[in-house]
Every structure is written in C-alpha cells, then in structure tokens.
C-alpha cells in the first residue's frame, strides 16, 4: 500500500461548484474555511497544555495582550472573525461538537466584546476560554461521544470492503461508478423543519434504490453503496458507487450518466435534481480505484478500499448532531461464498521468469 495508504486527497469530492452561484461561493467557502478552522484550533488546544495569553507592558506604561503562540493568535483571530461575519448565529455550524465547545466558551465569557476589556481581563478570560474548551473536549461524555461516532464509522468501512472482497471473488472484472447524486442550489440551505426535509431526500433515495434493484428502468448492477450527508454549503446530497460485472459492462461514463439521468428525470425531477459524474473525470485522480477493475490489478483495488471507501464512510457531524439514530448509509447485501473455488480454470498470476 506504500504511500498510498497516507495519501490526504479524496478520490472524489462533493464538488461544490456545481450547487452555488458565484454570488454565493466566496460567503459560503468562507463559512466553511471558518468553521474547518476552529476544528484544526480546538484539536491543537488539546494536544499542548501551554497557557497562551499574557499582559506585556510597552514602554513601561501601555500594557497589551500577547500569545507567543500561533495557535493562541489564531484563537484570538477567529473570535473576531466570527462574530463580524455572524457565524456563530447559524445553527448547523455547531453541528461538530468540538465547534460548539468553542462558541460555548466565547458566549460564556463574552468575548465578543474582547475590546470593551482592559489587557489583565483580556488575558483572565481568554485563557479561561482556553480552559473550559478543553475541559469540555477531554471530558468523559465527549470521548463516549467522539468513541461512538468512530465506531460507528469502523463498522461502514468494514462492511463496505466486506462487499467489495465478496463482489472481486465472484467477479473476473468489475465496472466501478462513483457519482455524487444532489438538488437544486439552496435546496436544503437555511432548514427549519430538518427531520422534515431529512425524510423526504430519503424518500428520493428509496425511489432511486428500488428502480437499481428493480432493474427495469437502469442496467443490472452487483453491489452499491451509498452514504447521505449534509453539507453546510451544500444541503442533502448521496455520495454513490454502483458496481457492475465487468465481463457485462464496461462504458462506465456512460453508466454513471445513466445513473445521473435517472435521479434528475425519473427521481427528483422539474429541475430539483442534479448529479456529479466522478468517471467522466478519471484523468484528474492520481489513484483511480473507479472504471474497470480486473481481480489482479491491486492498486485500483487498493485505491477503492483506502481513498475512495474511506472518504464515503466518514462521519457527517451535522445528521448526527441533527439525526441521531438516522440510517445514512445503505448498500447492498454482501453473500461471501464458503469456498473461494470458482467453477472452470482457476486464475493464475502472471509471473515473470526469474
């Protein structure tokens, strides 16, 4: 696996760009950057113990607040940010629960209006802020919490890679379609009846589920996997891989259009629906572990299982902050054979001579 394994970039992301105006994008990404933000500030709070902020007087008179530490000059950066910019008022940014620690805490100790204090309470409260974050963060309930998401995210992988070892041992060759499956911009944005709407994109992902199964209206596929989420910028939208018998299929551009197609004409339909076709964009991967598969090429095989699935069973902190307890993911059921031995000749590596 090598370098493959550790490699940070995702086989196919959301892409975002298809769901926003160009009005919108730079508020929107500038929400999301804030709110990835605070999470990388928090997780940094809970590796140091270091106390961040102290009064250091200027010419023997003007006392001023100071952090030798970049992690408390971000800190004290993003207070200001977020309170200009109103993000601490929207709901669903305090979805991740290390986020909410950390508005919590500025609410709590009214740092929103840092200036209106002298240096000495500036320091008391900031790291008193500093405190009751990671108190909070490394208390019992929140590693019960953060240990329940992470099982429940172990148990997705291990499911999906059991599918996909039961669909390579049955299958010479797989045709793998990954496609990201989506609404109308400001779709799902700006919710006030979450549950409501949550039961209605399920629905449409009943629909779609059940005419793949059906295999009427879309071409017989072996195996899928899908997984729900819920995007601040980008509402509702299913991240999906389908799987085909290679030896049956092989235009996999146009089996994920197929697909697209389907959700937009036949699903969710007047122009509520849209969809993402990953295939059709293979030559910008620098893993592929989607199109054609045969049973011995391992590093499409290796790319599916460490990139691709695992970006797809990652935890989604808004639906489990807003729907605890909610099936998001869904796939379809894997029978692993008690032997392995396949009818007809048996497969053989292609050695080359020592």
């Not at 929103?112 to 009751?132: F, G, I």
Request: net charge positive; with cysteine; aromatic share 10%.
């Amino acid at each position: 696996m090598g370098s493959l394994g550790r490699d940070k970039r995702t086989e196919c992301d959301f892409k975002i760009d298809n769901v926003l105006n160009n009005e919108e994008a730079d508020v929107d990404k500038e929400l999301l950057s804030y709110v990835k933000e605070v999470k990388a500030v928090v997780d940094r709070l809970l590796e140091i113990d270091d106390v961040l902020f102290v009064v250091k007087n200027c010419k023997g008179v003007l006392k001023l607040i100071v952090s030798n530490s970049l992690t408390g000059k971000k800190f004290k950066s993003l207070i200001t940010k977020g309170y200009n910019n109103g993000f601490n008022n929207i709901p669903l940014v305090n979805s991740h629960p290390y986020v909410r620690a950390y508005h919590t805490a500025i609410e709590n100790l009214n740092l929103n209006e840092l200036d209106k204090w002298d240096p000495n309470d500036q320091m008391v409260r900031l790291n008193a802020a500093v405190t009751m974050i990671r108190d909070e963060c490394s208390s019992k309930s929140m590693r019960q919490h953060m240990r329940k998401l992470d099982n429940a995210k172990r148990v997705r992988s291990k499911g999906a890679k059991k599918l996909i070892e039961s669909l390579k041992n049955k299958h010479a060759r797989l045709e793998v379609v990954r496609l990201d499956l989506s609404y109308r911009e400001g779709k799902y944005i700006d919710l006030e009846e979450f549950t409501v709407a949550l039961e209605d994109v399920k629905k449409d992902w009943e629909k779609f589920r059940y005419d793949l199964a059906s295999e009427v209206s879309l071409p017989s596929a072996v195996g899928y996997l899908a997984k729900l989420e819920y995007g601040l910028l980008s509402g509702f939208h299913f991240h999906v891989i389908v799987i085909y018998d290679g030896s049956k299929h092989r235009e996999d551009i146009t089996l994920a259009k197929m697909l697209g197609e389907h959700w937009i004409n036949q699903v969710v339909t007047g122009g509520e629906g849209r969809y993402y076709n990953c295939n059709r964009h293979k030559k910008n991967y620098r893993y592929l572990g989607i199109g054609t598969l045969d049973y011995y090429d391992h590093a499409k095989y290796s790319a599916l299982v460490n990139l691709v699935l695992e970006y797809m069973v990652k935890t989604d902190y808004v639906l489990a902050s807003e729907a605890p307890g909610e099936r998001i993911w869904f796939r379809s059921a894997d029978k692993i054979p008690k032997s392995l031995k396949r009818l007809g000749r048996p497969r053989k590596l292609n050695r080359q001579p020592c």
